[in-house]
């Protein structure tokens, strides 16, 4: 059975920095692609980054360019993100999914929600002072 696991969330002064982790168990990490995505209260779920089965390719939003940095070690079944110069408006509840990868990959164009199958449970983020 698929399963992801998100940890490393908490709350975090402006300015700050947190390194979530999606562990993966139960498929073939390799030919998933895996994106991170976020809900702030009373807002739509958004895309924050993916990367592809491979590693190869990889893509973030906008508002997150050049603060986070995705990454994978497929022999421990991993996906961090790692998250810097935090923001108020980065507070959310942060999720990975799992989504079969294929050429190109569908982390191509960035995170897009309609991609991706199989869900974690999500982990809470909060920045504030």
């Known amino acids: 059975q698929l399963q992801l696991v998100e940890s490393g969330g908490g709350t975090v002064q402006p300015g700050g920095s947190l390194t979530l982790s999606c562990a993966a168990s139960?498929?073939?990490?390799?030919?998933?692609?895996i994106g991170w995505f976020r809900q702030a209260p009373g807002k739509e779920r958004e895309g924050v980054s993916c990367?592809?089965?491979?590693?190869?390719?990889?893509a973030y939003d906008d508002s997150v360019k050049g603060r986070f940095t995705i990454s994978r070690d497929n022999k421990k079944n991993t996906v961090i993100l790692k998250m810097g110069s935090l923001k108020p408006e980065d507070t959310a509840v942060y999720y990975c999914?799992?989504?079969?990868?294929?050429?190109?990959?569908?982390?191509?164009?960035?995170?897009?929600?309609?991609?991706?199958?199989?869900w974690g449970q999500g982990t809470q983020v909060t920045v504030s002072s």
């Open positions: 999914a799992a989504g079969w990868d294929r050429y190109p990959s569908i982390c191509t164009g960035g995170p897009q929600r309609g991609r991706y199958e199989d």
């Open positions: 139960g498929f073939i990490v390799d030919y998933y692609a």
């Open positions: 990367i592809s089965g491979s590693g190869s390719v990889t």
